[in-house]
């Protein structure tokens, strides 16, 4: 587990794609090249008081001398959004973190379903440029309220071409879930997007019987369980044996760092992966949305993670 670099950019251009939502360019103020980075990858941003909030990268992946990011202004979000919709203009500077990809395009696939909605395309445009760029086989189903208020709806035009099916609540066009169709070997299936939409790729996947491994989501908001009453749990430190107490009230990363651990963080939600430590020896208590079924045996976030009676972490 190592901390993200975290770099001052320059707003380079600020963008309005629909009336609820802005495309950032960001750029280095002095080097040509920003770090290399691969579809499906976002970046943090840091706001002035410190926490830390992510967006996902919808430019061209690869090195390049700019990044975009697009920002809906949420009107019941945590402040992150408003902040970068307030501040944020051409000639400001903005301290971002490196890439990290949690929801990366599956290697040697055959076919790509990707489903987004509202601002949840942002990695996925992403997506279908890098597949559109290798030729690669894919469908894109656009879900929002209206063509108006689509995000990046030009750009995905322009980059999806045919392979993009736009499903317009204001045209009567709801996208049924049913769309995503039968498994098949080598076909792989990517959801962002609200909760509902979410949930119903989930269901539509569970009862065609499509393997975890070809399904593929990405969430910015916590799914955490409301009635989830937490224990207290040890915590035994592989490299020195020390055991340590969670309280029920407070986290494991929170009791490691109070131990000495510098450990990096950023949404401590449970859906950016900063936090992911290795683990054996125990049963863990899964509560985040960032980590594939296959990670889970042996990787935890620490921010919202627990675990029952003990579990030993790869620190
Ligand atoms: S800090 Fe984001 S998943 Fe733990």
């Known amino acids: 587990m190592t901390a993200r670099i975290i770099q001052k950019l320059r707003v ?3 963008a309005e794609s629909t009336p609820e939502v802005r495309v950032y360019t960001l750029e280095h103020p002095r080097k040509p090249l920003l770090p290399d980075w691969s579809a499906g990858a976002h970046v943090d941003l840091r706001l002035p008081d410190g926490r830390m909030r992510q967006y996902s990268l919808c430019g061209e992946p690869g090195p390049q001398p700019r990044w975009q990011i697009a920002v809906k202004r949420e009107t019941v979000g945590r402040g992150g959004s408003a902040w970068v919709h307030d501040s944020l203009a ?8 490196a890439p990290r990809n949690n929801f990366p395009l599956a290697a040697g696939a055959v076919r790509h379903v990707l489903v987004g909605g509202g601002i949840g395309v942002t990695p996925l445009l992403a997506m279908a440029r890098s597949l559109a760029a290798q030729g690669a086989d894919f469908t894109f189903h656009l879900c929002a309220r209206s063509a108006a208020l689509a995000p990046l709806l030009a750009e995905l035009r322009v ?3 045919e392979r993009l099916a736009t499903w317009f609540g204001d045209e009567g066009r709801r996208f049924d879930a ?7 070997a080598g076909v792989h299936l990517y959801a962002c997007g609200p909760h509902r939409l979410i949930e119903a ?23 955490l369980d409301e009635n989830f009453k937490p224990e207290p749990f040890e915590l035994r430190i592989a490299s020195t044996g020390e055991v340590l107490l969670v309280p029920a009230d407070r986290s494991a990363l929170d009791v490691l760092r109070e131990r000495g651990f510098a450990l990096p963080s950023s949404c401590e939600l449970g859906v950016c992966g900063s936090c992911v430590c290795g683990y054996r020896d125990g049963i863990v208590i899964h509560r985040d949305s960032v980590l594939p079924v296959s990670a889970r045996q042996d990787r935890m976030t620490l921010c919202v993670s ?10």
């Open 159 to 161: 980059v999806c071409g």
């Open 306 to 315: 627990r675990a029952r009676v003990s579990v030993t972490v790869e620190l």
């Open 201 to 223: 790729v989930r269901a539509a996947a569970a009862e065609r019987g499509w393997a975890e491994a070809q399904q593929h989501y990405e969430v910015f908001q916590p799914t």
């Open 12 to 14: 380079a251009a600020v």
């Open 90 to 97: 051409p000639g400001t500077e903005v301290q971002v973190s």
């Open 178 to 184: 049913a769309l995503i169709g039968a498994p098949e």
